[in-house]
Each structure stands twice: as structure tokens, then as C-alpha cells.
């Protein structure tokens, strides 16, 4: 790291064998990736707190370049085994290493950014069949057409849950591709 990592001790004692494990999960990120620019690692006892339950957790932020981050923060409800510190600090920093390992994947150009396609509700379909109306997450509504119903075309109604690929048509948002969710759809 360009910067040494910042290392907090919240209701645990910081022992040599805890800060030995800590400094050793560190070297091995650096390590294997070398690209974190600054860290920043807190470990919490259960302190006198009843929400956690008796476990510890345990944070870790990790800066990368070009402003990307690796955030371990959430320590999983109800698991007994964060009751143990080295398990928790064991698995925060194996959570790390994933993100971590996604992030420089990205950086490198090996995975592919997909953006799901968005999910809509069918609000209107015109008696003939030929044409209707679906309502997108953010209340937008979008024309589709029958040809464009590639998938569940018997099946689609108002009400229907439809995944769809929009695009700019002449007079507005259109859906190009339309795919039934659901099955069962509520009928009018």
C-alpha cells in the first residue's frame, strides 16, 4: 500500500497473535494484487452492545486506483462461528480478497460490465392484441408491440411481470425485446 493501513481495536484487546494475523492477511493482498492505495481495518468486539450478539466484526476499505473501492463491512446475522475473532477476521479478509480480485479483473479489462435488463409491469394492452403499454421501475411508460413478445406471447397480460430491451423510437420509448416473467398473470 502506498500508505500504511490504519488498524482500530474497538472492545478487543490488539494482542501481538491478533496483530501478527492482521499484518499477514495485508502482506498476502498486497502481495497478490499490490494495488490497494490506502486500507483502513476496524475490529469490534462484542462490546455491550446485544445487537451483535456475542460476535465480533470485523471492517475492512481498501482504496484502489482510479477511485474503485473494496468494502468488507457487514458481519452476517445470526452465525455463531463470528463468536470466534479468528474466524471473523479470517473470513473479512477472505471477503476482501474476492472483492478485490473482481475489482482488479475489472481494472485489467477480463470481465465484462453487463447491465441487467430492466424489469417492467404491463399497464395496458389494446383490444386488438397488436400493441400495449408496460411500466418500467421508474414509472416511465414504454410501447411494445406483439412481434417484439419473443417469449410467453399467449401468456402475456396486463399485469404481467416482463423483462425488456427499450430503445428510442419515433415517438417515445419502445421496447424491442419483451420477455414474460411470470406465468400466472392477472388477467383484465
Do not use: C, W
Not at 499490490?34 to 462484542?46: K, M, S
Request: proline letters at 4%; zero cysteines.
Amino acid at each position: 500500500m502506498q500508505t500504511p493501513a490504519q488498524i482500530e481495536f474497538e472492545h478487543v484487546t490488539a494482542s501481538p497473535k491478533l496483530q501478527a494475523a492482521i499484518d499477514g492477511h495485508i502482506a498476502e493482498l498486497e502481495k497478490r494484487y499490490g494495488r490497494a492505495t490506502a486500507g483502513r481495518i476496524i475490529v469490534r468486539g462484542p462490546g455491550d452492545r446485544h445487537k451483535t450478539g456475542g460476535q465480533y466484526q470485523v471492517s475492512i476499505r481498501l482504496s484502489l486506483p482510479e477511485g474503485r473501492e473494496v468494502n468488507v463491512g457487514r458481519t452476517p446475522k445470526q452465525d455463531e462461528r463470528y463468536a470466534d475473532l479468528t474466524f471473523a477476521v479470517d473470513d473479512a479478509f477472505k471477503r476482501a480478497r474476492r472483492q478485490l480480485q473482481d475489482q482488479v479483473r475489472v481494472m485489467h479489462g477480463q470481465t465484462k460490465l453487463h447491465e441487467g435488463e430492466p424489469v417492467g409491469t404491463v399497464v395496458r394492452i389494446d383490444p386488438s392484441g397488436e400493441f400495449g403499454f408496460l411500466e418500467g421501475a421508474d414509472g416511465q411508460e414504454v410501447y411494445f408491440n406483439r412481434n417484439s413478445v419473443v417469449e410467453g406471447r399467449a401468456s402475456i397480460a396486463v399485469g404481467s411481470r416482463v423483462s425488456f430491451v427499450e430503445e428510442r423510437g419515433e415517438k417515445g420509448p419502445q421496447a424491442s425485446t419483451v420477455r414474460v416473467l411470470n406465468k400466472h398473470s392477472l388477467r383484465t
